[in-house]
């Protein structure tokens, strides 16, 4: 008698406190990539297949530590985030179980997922040199590398280090280069800074549209929302900044995705997979491109006119797990080369 | 009584606790990397901010606060509370809106090169972003603070003392430093100390300013190393610096006593100023205002215009409902809980008790995700114990109860800001002369009945200054909300972050906008509570 009382007691509690319990159709998403770059295609996903999506959206590694503390006990199915260094170390400290499908196998490129299966890259994020068109002769840019030479002294304008895309940069030039070259490198490109690091990537853009500096490192799908926002001023930046693919003769432009893993404790797996490869679709896929400027991770998809402008490149095919790997090792050597 | 004061005070400070406890886990190479690299800085930096507010909000806002209690002059009527209007920015937002209009790229310094035919580097500017710029940004949304509470102090000073000073001689300055300014010390330092604690807890305009302090560091470490334990030791660090500051000044009081001695009070006649004094004063008033709020403001609202028709929809209303609830809820709690608090250590100031209160009052000092994780820790721990025992003993699982409700996110608040009910309510409290509660037991009251019909009637200014100003404190609030959030539930700040994070600034500004409107009404009616409270005290007089 009161055995049943305090159950029907504590569940009836948690049912007022939570009323989100496994349904079949059902699937909880734990999101980096904030609500208006997502919400819409999860409607889409809502509309097709009758499963329910609920969203928490945040920063990737505060949504980490969430799942961490909440064990199996969580009730997110999928980890979406905006890195693939991220999805790593949710793999590396066991939040993420593999799971397999041939949907995804046949979609989504070898390399932007992950080797043993526990998660995939599903949009790609370009960090190409942006050069403005009347002060820079494409011609005289060649690599990531290269802008350690001192002739771009002042003229070079990107964010902080504390900015993960920035991270993942310098973890993919250890990867190429090693440590000690890649550090050497940071330090030299450090003194070829226009202004120390501040702001976010629209903002480096925005500078060197006003002539403060000649070279932006920066996000592409940045310079495309520039494009088309409704603020004159942020396009006529845009109009005059143009896209150089750095590496091409060697291993490729530097790019990170934005991807999804299944999470350990998941109770929706198959409408967690369905979501995941509903993802990896044609629509879906172009949506990346047409809602964020980002690009699919297939080759066989339309990318749009603001995207097709810049033109094809050869991305480097690095494993994204090293991203991961090396984030933490970069950081420190950003550290140590004085980039704030 | 007393344990369960002590017992409601630690409760409070769990999320504290449980960050002071990652001082104990091993953190490998990481500190000696950052004390070799980086750490410098970070503290330079967050000393120079803190120095750099300290002086910006003290004079700013003791003397916004001198002017509208004790000058007469044009327009003081509105000032007097449209100077409390600041405080409904969120920090991040003003530093974003500033940057907007200021940037090398912005329409300021576009017009004066299109007008001058200047180049990059033919002349200097201000560099919005750097450390001064932060100083500035959080200087104009924090000095409210200081202004809100030595007003206070300034209109309920009995004009006795004043009274005696001019008669002693000194003219309105003298008066003002001599014993004006020393008897509303605690207010403050009380409004000082949050507005501190709060520079200090900022994450989102030194991170948006490229400013490495000690905040900015918190998270480099806990994100790109992937540490939380060192994360939480810097954060750990930060707290046991603002412990020391604060535990230094009221020891720098000691035996003083601030209550007023004399029941009879008089109504205070404002000096009347006149031609160049009355223009000056008006002028300060109005540029801190102009800066403050209305610049900023007006800077939201043409956004908000430009994007209006397919920003604002039917979902932007239960966003609006959704941070007006929370704030609402979170205020009460931590009214009620800072009066019993506070109250509590006024019938019992016992060393145990009083440490307790202040490590309660801690946590405004700490950055909301770092608060955030200390509420997430523990809720996750008991869900998952009382899970764990469900399944063995009757094979039922409870899953999650608090974790990921509005409970937790509620939780996170108090803990964040029972700072700003404390301090207010003990300011208010401390103004009482205990020897009403003698009288009051004299009289047969037990404690409860004291507080509720002695102390409350009289607080009542300064209880219903605490409701609002967490009520404000909860609107703006973004980084608990975020990562404790139930599933499908957003706020005016996350919509608001989350787009301006983007460097969609355009479309922030609607929900930005809303924050700033939402937060205006508790502001005015907080400022005619205060100029009430005064008028009251002056009819009981007439009374009596």
């Not at chain 2, 720098?252 to 100023?273: E, F, I, V």
């Not at chain 2, 404000?472 to 994070?501: H, M, W, Y």
């Amino acid at each position: 008698m009161l055995k049943t009382a305090l159950i029907a007691g504590v569940v009836g509690l948690s049912s007022l406190l939570n009323p989100l319990m496994a349904n079949a159709n059902e699937v909880n998403l734990y999101s980096a990539r904030i609500e208006a770059l997502i919400k819409p295609i999860l409607d889409e996903f809502t509309a097709e297949t009758g499963i329910r999506v609920n969203l928490v959206t945040g920063g990737a590694d505060e949504l980490l530590q969430r799942l961490q503390s909440e064990g199996r006990n969580t009730p997110a199915d999928i980890l979406l985030t905006t890195d693939a260094g991220r999805l790593h170390r949710a793999k590396e400290v066991g939040l993420l179980q593999a799971f397999a499908s041939e949907t995804l196998e046949r979609n989504i490129p070898e390399n932007y997922r992950d080797p043993e299966g526990y998660w995939v890259g599903l949009s790609m994020r370009a960090r190409p040199i942006m050069y403005v068109r009347d002060r820079v002769d494409p011609s005289t840019l060649s690599s990531y590398e290269d802008l350690a030479d001192p002739r771009w002294k002042g003229k070079i304008c990107t964010r902080s280090s504390s900015n993960v895309y920035n991270q993942s940069l310098v973890a993919a030039m250890m990867a190429a280069n090693g440590e000690a070259a890649t550090e050497q490198w940071a330090r030299a490109l450090v003194n070829n800074f226009a202004r120390p690091p501040r702001g976010g990537d629209r903002d480096q853009i925005k500078a060197a549209a006003a002539g403060q500096c000649d070279l932006v490192i920066a996000n592409t799908y940045y310079l495309a929302g520039m494009l088309t926002d409704n603020d004159p001023a942020e396009r006529q930046a845009a109009e005059v900044i143009d896209v150089f693919w750095p590496n091409q003769q060697d291993r490729g432009t530097h790019v990170n995705v934005s991807g999804a893993g299944l999470t350990a404790a998941a109770r929706n797996r198959d409408a967690a997979i369905a979501l995941i490869e509903f993802l990896s679709g044609d629509r879906a896929q172009q949506w990346y491109a047409e809602a964020n400027g980002e690009y699919p991770v297939r080759d066989d998809i339309e990318i749009g006119e603001i995207l097709s402008q810049w033109g094809d490149f050869k991305a480097d095919p690095l494993d994204m797990s090293i991203l991961g790997d090396n984030n933490a090792q970069a950081l420190r050597l950003m550290d140590r080369a004085g980039w704030r | 009584m007393e344990i369960s004061i002590l017992t409601l005070a630690m409760l409070l400070a769990l999320p504290v606790i449980v960050v002071l406890a990652f001082v104990f886990v091993p953190t490998g190479d990481i500190w000696h990397h950052l004390a070799s690299t980086v750490l410098k800085d970070y503290v330079v930096n967050s000393l120079w901010l803190m120095l750099g507010v300290a002086i910006g909000t003290l004079l700013l806002g003791v003397s916004a606060a001198w002017l509208t209690s004790m000058c007469q002059f044009p327009g003081r009527g509105v000032f007097e509370w449209a100077l409390l209007l600041p405080l409904a920015m969120p920090a991040y937002i003003i530093a974003y809106t500033y940057t907007g209009m200021l940037d090398f790229a912005g329409p300021v310094q576009s017009t004066l090169r299109d007008w001058f035919g200047w180049g990059f580097g033919d002349y200097w500017f201000p560099e919005i972003r750097s450390l001064n710029g932060a100083v500035l940004m959080l200087t104009l949304v924090l000095y409210p603070y200081v202004y809100l509470l030595s007003r206070a102090a300034f209109l309920s000073q009995s004009i006795c003392v004043l009274d005696v000073s001019r008669t002693l001689g000194n003219g309105p300055w003298r008066t003002f430093w001599l014993v004006a300014v020393p008897l509303a010390r605690p207010a403050i330092i009380a409004g000082l100390s949050l507005a501190l604690m709060e520079a200090l807890a900022d994450y989102g305009t030194v991170q948006f300013f490229g400013v490495p302090t000690f905040t900015t560091g918190i998270f480099r470490t806990w994100f790109g190393m992937g540490s939380s334990a060192a994360a939480a030791q810097l954060a750990a660090g930060l707290m046991i610096f603002v412990f020391a500051l604060i535990f230094i000044e009221r020891y720098s009081r000691r035996q003083a006593r601030y209550h007023h001695t004399s029941r009879r009070h008089q109504d205070l006649r404002r000096y009347q100023l006149t031609g160049l004094s009355a223009f000056l004063a008006f002028l300060l008033c109005f540029l801190i205002l102009f800066f403050g709020f209305l610049l900023p403001a007006g800077q939201l609202l043409s956004w908000t215009i430009s994007v209006a028709d397919y920003v604002i929809d039917a979902q932007f209303l239960s966003l609006v409902m959704n941070s007006l609830k929370l704030a609402a809820i979170a205020a009460c709690l931590a009214l009620v809980l800072a009066l019993f608090l506070a109250y509590g250590y006024r019938l019992f100031p016992s060393r145990p008790i009083r440490f307790a209160v202040r490590l309660a009052g801690m946590g405004y000092a700490i950055p909301g995700a770092v608060i955030a994780v200390g509420v997430m820790i523990p809720f996750a721990w008991i869900d998952n114990t009382v899970d764990s025992w469900a399944r063995q003993s009757f094979d039922v699982s409870t899953g999650l109860i608090l974790s990921g409700t509005l409970v937790a996110v509620t939780f996170a608040y108090l803990t964040r800001f029972l700072a700003v009910s404390l301090q207010t309510v003990e300011s208010g409290l401390g103004k009482i002369t205990p020897s009403m509660d003698e009288a009051g037991r004299s009289l047969g009251f037990k404690p409860v009945q004291l507080l509720s019909r002695v102390h409350v009637p009289m607080l009542r200014g300064s209880l219903l200054t605490a409701l609002l100003l967490v009520f404000v404190d909860v609107l703006k609030e973004l980084p608990a909300t975020l990562i404790l959030r139930p599933f499908n539930f957003n706020t005016l700040a996350v919509r608001a972050f989350e787009l301006a994070s983007d460097e969609r600034l355009a479309e922030a500004a609607p929900a930005a906008l809303a924050i700033v409107l939402a937060g205006i009404i508790p502001v005015i009616i907080i400022s005619k509570t205060i100029t009430r409270s005064r008028q009251i005290a002056a009819e009981h007089r007439d009374i009596a």
